[in-house]
């Protein structure tokens, strides 16, 4: 392989010829071989968007020239326009504070920037730090460019994906809402619902999740920037985080504004914490609607077989003709990833000593895995799964007819006492609950084909 040589403040370090980063992007390289998650590429965008709309306001402050900002722009552009997604090669597991990551972004654009700017013949050069990093440090600019991320990621990938499922679950709902089943509490028989119902339940639990993922979300519009190294602003001019966020909220066409405290806001992630926390009990309302979906597809003649779902490949590679739940088991597996990482951020949120908390990739990492998980999982549950499902009449009537907790509906007739002597006996003689009720001699047949009639029992 052929290197050049670069520099920074602790000497010389080959680098590849053919990258762009620098010296300090090459030491993480070598010193950081870590896993093999990377820092999501997302973010790096999320990152270009900050360093060009902080050079436009340096312009606009005069401690930038303008061919330097152009410069800083082109870059920028040109990252976020995923030309150079190959040159952030830094793993999560780094520096804390994410100062390599930073680092990493300042060298690219200013790599590229320089090459802009010999092409037009321009004599200034970029400097990674001086120029690149001017007015910043990477402990107020990375927890900005994560909200950035976080926010662009849930506005654009994971909201659009819950639209889609409410849609599919909202006409399911109604399709289904005639269809009178027996309910199940405890796993055992329960009073009647509609199956159209049952899936209003699954519909209100995506809806009000999607509530508190917006709600929470909102809390991670707040940025950093300006806070600089400590939150004293040190080295920015006056002026200038009210600016940077005012060009961020215009590139992104997001709201964002800037942290009121920035002393929180360097050492406290309790705002991506509860948004993520937010998306965790999406994950579990997942899983119990996975859960329910393969429940009740379950068969197709050995289980309770009320609902049938696509068949979309082969189940066993022993059982011919065998067709498993997959979508909702992918769905079940993301869910119990993202619980998981959500213990991840809530212990890494907890580690700010005193000015700055130093777990910040591994949050973004947890944060950026599960958006991406839970807005795939869902779309494929909702194609491959939720839009095909179909319900068979002649089982949920069956299991309806059959059910013993029919007898509800006597309770306020004969009491519950004696509704109970009913149950029991059609369940220890075999009879039906019509036949039990007669033999008992507490009602006729009359009464009881007055009293017990599912379709009142639903309202």
């Known amino acids: 392989m052929e290197y050049r040589i670069e520099h920074d403040s602790m000497g010389e370090i080959k680098v590849p010829a053919n990258s762009k980063w620098g010296a300090q992007t090459q030491r993480s390289t070598e010193n950081f071989r870590i896993g093999s998650d990377r820092m999501p590429i997302t973010f790096i965008h999320a990152y270009a968007i900050l360093k ?5 306001v340096c312009v606009d402050l ?15 552009d040109e990252i976020i326009a ?17 100062t390599q990551t930073n680092m990493n972004v300042n060298e690219v654009i200013a790599h590229i920037g320089n090459e802009y700017l010999a092409e037009k013949g321009v004599e200034a050069r970029l400097h990674p730090n001086d120029d690149v990093n001017k007015s910043q440090s990477s402990n107020d600019s990375f927890p900005t460019a994560m909200h950035i991320a976080t926010s662009l990621a849930v506005e654009h990938n994971l ?18 809402m005639h269809l ?13 619902l509609t199956l159209g119902q049952e899936v209003s339940g699954w519909l209100y639990m995506v809806e009000a999740s999607e509530k508190m993922i917006r709600e929470a979300a909102q ?15 040190l080295n920015a001019p006056e002026g200038f985080d009210e600016k940077v966020v005012a060009e961020i909220s215009k590139q992104t066409g997001l709201d964002f504004i800037p942290s009121p405290n920035k002393f929180h806001a360097l050492t406290s992630h309790d705002q991506i914490t509860t948004t993520h926390g937010a ?16 429940w009740l597809a379950s068969g197709p003649r050995s289980g309770f077989g009320e609902i049938s779902i696509p068949e979309n490949e082969p189940g066993s590679s022993i059982m011919p003709g065998k067709v498993n739940p997959t979508q909702c088991e992918a769905v079940t597996m993301v869910a119990v990833q993202v619980m998981g990482n959500d213990v991840t951020i809530g212990f890494a949120a907890s580690q700010g000593n005193f000015e700055l908390n130093v777990f910040k990739p591994v949050i973004l990492h947890n944060f950026m895995q599960s958006v991406e998980l839970l807005s795939d999982a869902i779309r494929s549950f909702n194609e491959h799964c939720l839009v095909g499902i179909t319900a068979n009449e002649d089982k949920l009537e069956h299991f309806l007819n059959n059910s013993l907790m029919l007898v ?24 039906t609950l019509k036949e039990a009720a007669i033999q008992s001699g507490l009602l006729t047949e009359e009464q009881f084909n007055e009293w017990v009639v599912p379709s009142k029992m639903i309202k």
């Open 52 to 56: 060009k709309s902080v050079a436009k």
């Open 62 to 76: 005069g401690t930038l020239s303008e061919a330097k900002a152009e410069a800083i722009t082109f870059a920028a």
């Open 82 to 98: 995923g030309k150079y997604d190959d040159q952030f090669p830094l793993v999560i597991y780094q520096t804390g504070s994410g």
């Open 159 to 176: 909201l659009p994906a819950l639209a889609q499922i409410k849609a599919t679950l909202q006409a399911k709902s109604e399709e289904f």
């Open 180 to 192: 009178i089943k027996i309910g199940r509490t405890h796993l055992q028989d329960a009073t009647p």
């Open 219 to 233: 809390h991670m519009r707040e940025l950093a920037i300006g806070g600089t190294a400590v939150g004293t602003g």
């Open 279 to 294: 998306m965790k009990a999406l994950a579990a309302d997942l899983m119990k609607i996975a859960n329910d979906v393969r």
């Open 408 to 431: 509800t509906a006597l309770n306020p007739h004969i009491g519950y006492e004696n509704a109970a002597k009913i149950a029991k006996l059609a369940h220890t003689e075999g009879l």
